[in-house]
């Protein structure tokens, strides 16, 4: 992928296969929990990284919190 910065052409890798922000169904999925329990597990963890209330939660700040290895979050996350 090309973007142009300027007179320089910039270039990015592609995102893998995989997407890079956690929802509350993934966390139902991974941990095998409710919804409501899913959701107050995102609540801690923003609070946890000085989030807002709604802003999103990364795949790397969900492995570093929960403490999971990428390779058994990622097949949720398809």
Same mark, same amino acid.
């Given at each position: 992928?090309?973007?142009?910065?300027?007179?320089?052409? /910039?270039?990015?890798? !592609?995102?893998? !296969?995989?997407? #890079? %922000?956690?929802?509350?169904?993934?966390?139902?999925?991974? &941990?095998?929990?409710?919804?409501? !329990?899913?959701? /107050? $597990? &995102?609540?801690?963890?923003?609070?946890? $990284?000085?989030?807002?209330?709604?802003? &999103? %939660?990364?795949?790397?700040?969900?492995?570093?919190?929960?403490?999971?290895? @990428?390779?058994?979050?990622? !097949?949720? #996350? @398809?």
């Amino acid at each position: 992928m090309k973007a142009r910065l300027g007179s320089k052409i /910039q270039y990015s890798k !592609p995102a893998g !296969p995989h997407r #890079l %922000v956690i929802y509350t169904h993934d966390v139902c999925s991974i &941990l095998g929990n409710d919804r409501r !329990p899913a959701a /107050q $597990y &995102l609540t801690r963890l923003r609070k946890e $990284y000085k989030k807002r209330r709604g802003e &999103l %939660v990364t795949l790397e700040e969900f492995l570093r919190y929960s403490k999971l290895a @990428k390779e058994d979050v990622i !097949p949720h #996350l @398809k």
